[in-house]
């Protein structure tokens, strides 16, 4: 059985759990028994697309977030590979490491607002005001 499966169930009965409902109430919402709801929490079945993608859209979560592909709840904004590669390798550094990090990330911040200024600066001295 793949991990994801595992993550499925854990996330969804905490979904659930934060809305204050019970596994009839979700069930009642699918139109299934709460017998087969609970067999998802319990990594016992696995829902089907629709079912993913309507509990997605229910708990306002994506379904990467679901299968546990990300930590990231917000369904509006999905990290891309690259983002998701820099979160994982945050969450491995030390204390100390993160706050270096957090140092290095002001300065290309600084340094990618001097390099705006420049770029607009060159740019306005090349118009021709006559």
Known sequence: M??????????LRKLREEKNL?????????????SAYGYYEQGKREPDSHVIN???D???????YLFG????KNSDYIL???E?????NINNLSPESKKELEKYIQLLKY????DKVKCETSSASGKNTS
């Open 54 to 56: 309507f509990l997605a």
């Open 84 to 88: 998701n590669s820099i979160i994982t």
């Open 111 to 114: 340094k990618d607002s001097m």
């Open 58 to 64: 229910y708990y306002e979560v994506s379904s990467d």
């Open 69 to 72: 592909r990300t930590n990231n």
């Open 22 to 34: 019970l596994q009839k109430d979700i069930a009642n919402i699918l139109n299934i028994t709460t």
């Open 80 to 82: 891309n590979s690259i």
């Open 2 to 11: 793949p991990k994801y499966k595992s993550k499925l169930s854990v996330r």
